[in-house]
């Protein structure tokens, strides 16, 4: 269930009237001071406590660790970085982020804005989120890329977990390079989304992702799509796709019975990807 369409802001879904929840967002920014990556804005808020680590070589690195429950039913919640000119940033996660049924009927938000500079390069590998039975969450990533910028994002989601059905949630990856639509996929599971357990998208798995890789340098090359995991074994635990986009980027969808089966998928495409910077 997803679509690839012109780019457009994602509008936030807004909440009832009564309804209450946590509204919190937090900001980073790192920029390059003609020798290394420095963080002038580390600003975490509600749920997000955000934790400068070493650097890794020229690259800034954050995790961000979750401080308290949630997204929780009503919350409004969002993240927002801003990698400047020539700049490199590495942002993970310390646990994955759990979707829960909160005190009110109205839905969470989860507002992800990523802003990537003329020769910046951001690496955006968060935990998987987990959408758990009850919940319901809408979740919007929003990424703007100069046009010689470099981007690796991952977007994972477990749906449900052992021996549940999913929660309801819907996920929106909207992507501009150089002010021009590079990529906008929409997807949506649960109850509220008839079919969304089908062939036609997840079926029987319960783990599903993306990995989105854009690097100017794709651009001189003319790469073919390739087919992840068994491809020869229609009941494989996991099975998975790269294929190139309209533009220099790539993007690897995978689907697995288990987290750690698509993760493994999504490094595999990673690899393929870009041999040289996998690590």
């Known amino acids: 269930m997803s679509t690839l369409t012109g780019v457009r802001t994602p509008v936030p879904v807004p909440p009832r009237p009564g309804a209450s929840g946590v509204v919190a967002t937090a900001r980073l920014r790192a920029e390059h001071n003609g020798s290394t990556t420095t963080l002038p804005l580390l600003s975490g808020d509600g749920p997000f406590h955000l934790q400068r680590l070493r650097p890794r070589g020229a690259a800034a690195r954050v995790d961000i660790i979750g401080a308290m429950s949630g997204p929780l039913g009503g919350d409004r919640l969002a993240l927002h970085a801003d990698v400047g000119p020539r700049a490199r940033l590495d942002v993970t996660a310390a646990a994955s982020t759990i979707a829960l049924r909160g005190p009110v009927e109205d839905a969470a938000t989860y507002d992800i804005r990523l802003t ?9 590998l ?8 009850g919940s319901s969450l809408h979740q919007t990533c929003t990424v703007d890329l100069a046009p010689t910028a470099r981007l690796v994002l991952r977007d994972e989601a477990v749906l449900g977990r052992t021996g549940e059905t999913s929660g309801n949630l819907t996920s929106r990856l909207a992507v501009c390079r ?10 949506a599971y649960g109850n509220h989304h008839p079919g969304w357990d089908g062939p036609a998208v997840v079926g029987t798995y319960r783990a599903c992702g993306q990995l989105l890789v854009v690097d100017p340098s ?13 491809p020869d074994d229609p009941g494989a635990p996991a099975h ?4 190139p986009l309209a533009g220099p980027a790539l993007l690897a969808t995978a689907v697995a019975d288990t987290a750690t089966r698509l993760r493994d998928l999504l490094d595999e495409a ?4 870009l041999p040289s910077q996998s690590s």
């Open 218 to 230: 794709f651009a001189r090359q003319d790469p073919t799509p390739v087919l992840l995991g068994d």
């Open 116 to 124: 990537v500079g003329d020769g910046a390069t951001l690496r955006w």
């Open 126 to 133: 968060p935990q998987p989120l987990i959408s758990i039975a």
């Open 178 to 187: 150089a002010g021009r639509p590079l990529l906008d996929q929409h997807s």
């Open 270 to 273: 990673l690899r393929r990807a």
């Open 240 to 243: 998975g796709v790269l294929v």
